[in-house]
């Protein structure tokens, strides 16, 4: 069922505050059903914008980017030529550049290769579920779903694990500029002007920025072969920026979109145990976790730019004009999903669009993502016998980012 407690069918997509207490599915709903591609007005010097809310316009205009181009922005935000420079990777690049830069980064993430790691991320779930399972009432997103792609992203990235509690605070404060929690930067609240050049306009891309440089002229230590090594070493891959930025993505989004479909499943189950019980008969594990990934569909958008008019529904989309794919909106479209706002375990087909699934932008950690969260919920289920939410959860302060940072539970052990 949708919560329509903090959402009347009518919020405002381009406020922030709209997603501080969930997702505004209501307004999905009847935007899918009244207004699939509504207009944003312009707001605070920033243009206004298309959203596309069903999943059939947001498969087209995720593939054709020929037609909705990455290459000058993937954020709400205007940025001038210079800022979009500077701050850049490669998913901010279109077809030739995009297909060059993954033929190089993919071979490093492909399904088999992320299996291979499954025996790693068992050892550390089991560890973390130990940890946090030595007391009966915890933060389960803080003991539990953050752990887990903290530990993984030092694995992948070859850094220092006791850097790791760092890297993951700077990568929360970029990709969550919104949110006080995470920044005394907020983007919305404060001129960031001074940060313009960085990830996000955030004052800890300048942090995050040094630590890589660091990292490429071996003034840090990195571990040989990881995915960072491999990168530095091939001298046509990336300029020092380019690799800079690279290391920044990898730092947000390698963490903060495996963590909060980990902390979306745990919501789920802490408000319906029955989902547990299921869980423990084996049946389920092909299809869960594509399952609580949709559900949950941490990254909610990405902008595309209009590179030609492009008529849709009887609306003009004009040439230059910022059109959002709402990835959350789409992965609950009810002329593709049964019952979308439930959380169905054995879900086949599953064409959900979390994570940029079906266009050239596919997220590169989606295996090691499903396979994380998989493996956490399996070593949680051997060890107890209940879970329950013990408040209400506290959700990001984000139209981008969206997911549980905090939840309170209290659990029985088998």
């Known amino acids: 069922m949708i919560d329509k407690s903090y959402d009347d069918g009518h919020a405002d997509l381009s406020s922030h505050d709209s997603f501080a207490n969930g997702v505004p599915h209501a307004t999905f709903a009847r935007l899918r059903k009244e207004d699939p591609i509504s207009w944003s007005e312009p707001k605070d010097d920033t243009k206004g914008f298309w959203n596309l809310t069903r999943h059939a316009d947001i498969s087209l205009a995720n593939r054709e980017s020929h037609l909705f181009s990455s290459a000058q922005g993937i954020r709400i935000e205007d940025q001038s030529r210079e800022e979009y420079l500077a701050r850049r990777t490669f998913q901010e ?50 003991a539990i779903a953050k752990q887990l792609p903290m530990l993984m992203l030092g694995r992948i990235l070859g850094v220092a694990d006791e850097d790791l509690e760092w890297l993951v605070e700077k990568g929360d404060a970029l990709i969550g500029n919104t949110d006080p929690d995470f920044t005394d930067h907020v983007i919305d609240k404060m001129d960031t002007s001074a940060y313009r050049m960085m990830p996000f306009r ?46 920044c993505l990898l730092v947000a989004a390698g963490n903060d979109t495996t963590r909060y479909s980990i902390s979306m499943a745990l919501h789920a189950l802490a408000n319906d145990n029955t989902m547990l019980t299921q869980l423990k008969t084996g049946q389920y594990w092909d299809t869960c976790a594509d399952e609580f990934i949709r559900y949950a569909s941490p990254t909610m958008h990405f902008r595309r730019t209009a590179t ?29 999903f049964d019952k979308p706002n439930d959380i169905i375990l054995n879900r086949k087909p599953n064409r959900h669009l979390a994570f940029g699934q079906g266009g050239p932008h596919v997220c590169l950690g989606r295996y090691l993502a499903k396979l994380e969260l998989q493996v956490v919920l399996q070593e949680l289920i051997k060890k107890v016998d209940s879970i329950k939410a013990t408040d209400t959860p506290s959700w990001t302060r984000s139209n981008f980012i969206c997911g549980v940072k905090r939840l309170p539970v209290r659990v029985t052990r088998s």
């Open 202 to 247: 955030s004052p800890a891309g300048v942090e995050l920025y040094d630590y890589a440089s660091d990292l490429l002229h071996a003034r840090r230590p990195l571990a040989k072969n990881s995915i960072l090594d491999i990168m530095k070493r091939d001298e046509n891959a990336m300029d020092e920026r380019a690799f800079q930025n690279f290391f």
């Open 308 to 336: 030609e008019d492009y008529e849709l529904h009887g609306k003009k989309i004009r040439k230059g004009d910022k059109v959002l794919l709402w990835f959350v909106s789409g992965s609950r479209d009810e002329a593709v």
């Open 93 to 142: 690049t279109d077809a030739p550049e995009h297909a060059t830069t993954r033929r190089t980064v993919n071979p490093m993430f492909t399904r088999k290769l992320m299996e291979d790691f499954e025996p790693l991320i068992r050892e550390l779930a089991a560890n973390i579920i130990d940890r946090a399972l030595e007391s009966t009432e915890f933060d389960a997103v803080d």
